[in-house]
């Protein structure tokens, strides 16, 4: 079965960090490109990060550029968005993305002091 499932939120003070995680299953997701969105209270679902493949470049969102790293473990099979410096409007549920699947259950992030 195709699938993603993602970990890692929790409730953080502004300016600590946090690191999620993306496991994919049913497919090789190192063949593909990974994202991450988020989608705030009574917001629409926004881009946030990507990792393409092959050649594993990254593409931020402004407003997370800088605060936000997305990295790939190809042996496990999974995708990371390391999360620092994080603040206030950083909360939302963050989902991760491929080509093959539709959205999962995504991981509550929420930030605050």
């Known amino acids: 079965q195709v699938q993603l499932v993602e970990s890692g939120g929790g409730l953080v003070q502004p300016g600590r960090s946090l690191r999620l995680s993306c496991a994919a299953s049913?497919?090789?997701?190192?063949?593909?490109?990974m994202s991450w969105y988020r989608q705030a209270p009574g917001k629409e679902r926004e881009y946030v990060a990507g990792?393409?493949?092959?050649?594993?470049?990254?593409n931020y969102a402004d407003s997370v550029k800088g605060r936000f790293t997305i990295s790939t473990d190809d042996i496990n099979n999974t995708v990371y968005l390391q999360m620092n410096s994080l603040k206030p409007e950083d909360t939302a549920i963050y989902y991760c993305l491929s080509p093959l699947t539709d959205w999962g259950q995504g991981t509550q992030v929420t930030v605050s002091s």
């Open positions: 990792i393409s493949s092959p050649g594993g470049r990254a």
């Open positions: 049913g497919f090789t997701f190192s063949m593909y490109t």
